[in-house]
């Protein structure tokens, strides 16, 4: 489930509050250990995803480093060079 969280640090351009609640979202998922809360337990879900959510967005703002800002579409295809071969491979065990 958490595999979708991705870095959101130092990336041009900057992470977007959707980014960062989708982050906090696939968290709370995971440690509560349920995708969809049962509507006793919903508020407590909503607060918990848009409390992460702002200690993320203050966190990403206080961060800093000597770095340089890391491309998305550069970074994007890294990533699915690095996920050929299991592509692949799935498919091949698929079929």
Known sequence: MCRN???????????TSEE????????IRKISGSTKPSRANAEAFERAVE??????TRLL???????PP????VEAA???GRNAP???????AAA
Do not use: M, W
Request: aromatic share 4%; charged share 35%; no cysteine.
């Open 5 to 15: 969280i991705r870095t959101l640090h130092n990336f041009e351009p900057p992470a």
């Open 70 to 73: 890391k491309d998305r579409e």
């Open 86 to 92: 299991r592509r692949t491979a799935d498919a091949a």
């Open 61 to 67: 703002d206080a961060l800093v480093t000597a770095a």
């Open 51 to 56: 409390e992460v959510a702002d200690a993320s």
């Open 78 to 80: 890294k990533a699915r």
């Open 20 to 27: 960062i609640r989708g982050a906090a979202l696939q968290y």
